[in-house]
């Protein structure tokens, strides 16, 4: 086929759907950003909803001793600053889930306890107040002790994560398959959960983890299909900030962009609020959740009418405290600034003698001088913020008026 017979068979086939005439059209105006998230059950982790349609959450996990409950929930607090909306806490002795119960119930998110190996300490921990419990019930011990802290989680509201990884497979599922797998996870993960709907727990997620991106993805894929559960994704032991944040991105986002998870943890070497920004990071990217300033910001080049790279940097550090969703091109010059403008909030383009156009709402509006452009992006951010807020609140109020009635006392057809 010659290039302009596939030109044409191109504009044929996908054309329409930017014109709104047919095909996906119908469902998206965009449909090429569209994803169509796996459905799965939905349970609760304390306040949170996970799965079913409910936004997909962020999690993190501290790192400071569990019986220093101060320093504990200090850094719980940092990570619910920074976003998260369930931190898990490791209590891997009696004195953490003795903490637990001062760290659960000051902790402004909900808690989730890792449980390894002791069952007593899964049962202390879901009467501390824990909302989830994190388990492997294959290494709890025999089916009494599994059963009592299914009792625990059952009297106390819990619901559970099933945990595998490929690290720490089950020694028959290693002589079974020879090595860490997508089908030695995927059994093991289903083993687990037989476990806890024997005997009648349903409220549970599961995770089938791996440093290996390839090993993760492929197990996430086949459970997903294999069961109803929510999911909760991540690439464990992924390393440093750098190469942990980008072997995260590519796994967990491509499982994302498929369709697939309910909730997300970022696994770096690095401070747990870190991981929350990665986290959050890669949910915009996809257009999955949105939260804070998206700066959009060129590499910088020849062509740059200011200092790009130190711009964006400042920038970034001095919009940290917006959690309200909007974004900010920052273009060192004319070539792709306009058109990233056009599509963004707020917009400045370098240009000539040291000064640029600021683009609100996609339109050019002022010019303004390098020197100036930090301080005042940022009380247009600010600003803009302050009236997205605004209009939210107030509509949020018109939805919770109750709807008017017509004549016979009846709510209108337009209003219910």
């Known amino acids: 086929m010659g290039l302009k017979k596939a030109l044409s068979a191109w504009i044929e086939r996908f054309g329409p759907s930017y014109q709104g005439l047919k095909g996906r059209c119908l469902m998206s105006l965009r449909p090429w950003r569209d994803i169509e998230r796996r459905r799965s059950r939905q349970i609760m982790v304390g306040s949170v909803p996970v799965g079913g349609d409910a936004p997909i959450s962020v999690q993190t996990m501290t790192n400071t001793p569990t019986e220093d409950a101060k320093a504990t929930l200090k850094q719980i607090e940092a990570v619910a600053e920074a976003g998260a909306d369930i931190v898990r806490v490791s209590c891997p002795d009696e004195p953490s889930t003795k903490a637990l119960h001062e760290i659960c119930a000051q902790s402004p998110i909900p808690v989730v306890a890792d449980i390894h190996f002791h069952f007593k300490r899964g049962i202390e921990a879901a009467k501390a107040g824990a909302a989830c419990l994190r388990i492997n019930p294959g290494n709890i011990g025999k089916a009494e002790r599994v059963r009592e802290v299914i009792q625990a989680a059952k009297d106390h509201g819990c619901s559970m994560r099933i945990g595998v990884n490929g690290g720490s497979l089950e020694k028959h599922l290693l002589e079974k398959y020879g090595e860490p797998c997508p089908e030695a996870m995927v059994e093991s993960a289903l083993g687990h959960a037989q476990i806890?709907?024997?005997?009648?727990?349903?409220?549970?997620?599961?995770?089938?983890?791996?440093?290996?991106?390839?090993?993760?993805?492929?197990?996430?894929?086949?459970?997903a299909e294999a069961i109803d559960c929510p999911l909760h994704l991540g690439i464990t032991e992924a390393g440093g900030a750098r190469i942990g944040s980008v072997k995260t991105a590519i796994g967990m986002g491509s499982l994302l962009w498929a369709g697939i998870g309910d909730t997300i943890r970022v696994s770096l070497s690095a401070d747990p609020v870190e991981e929350v920004k990665v986290g959050f990071d890669i949910l915009k990217s996809l257009n999955l959740r949105h939260r804070g300033v998206n700066v959009?910001?060129?590499?910088?080049?020849?062509?740059?009418?200011?200092?790009?790279?130190k711009t964006v940097e400042i920038l970034e550090e001095k919009l940290a405290h917006i959690t309200t969703p909007m974004s900010l091109s920052v273009i060192g010059c004319v070539v792709n600034g306009p058109g990233e403008a056009r599509e963004t909030d707020i917009g400045f383009t370098g240009g000539g003698a040291e000064s640029g156009m600021v683009y609100l709402a996609g339109v050019p509006d002022h010019k303004l001088h390098?020197?100036?452009?930090?301080?005042?992006?940022?009380?247009?951010?600010?600003?803009?913020?302050?009236?997205?807020?605004?209009?939210?609140?107030?509509?949020?109020?018109?939805?919770?008026?109750?709807?008017?009635?017509?004549?016979?006392?009846?709510k209108g057809f337009e209003a219910a």
Do not use: W
Request: glycine share 4%; net charge negative.
């Open 196 to 223: 806890l709907q024997d005997n009648d727990f349903h409220d549970f997620k599961i995770s089938v983890k791996a440093s290996d991106v390839f090993l993760t993805v492929a197990a996430y894929q086949q459970l």
């Open 296 to 309: 959009i910001s060129c590499p910088s080049c020849a062509r740059q009418g200011f200092d790009v790279i």
């Open 370 to 410: 390098n020197d100036d452009m930090i301080a005042h992006l940022v009380t247009l951010v600010e600003q803009k913020a302050a009236e997205i807020d605004a209009a939210r609140a107030e509509k949020a109020g018109e939805a919770t008026k109750a709807p008017p009635l017509d004549k016979s006392g009846k």
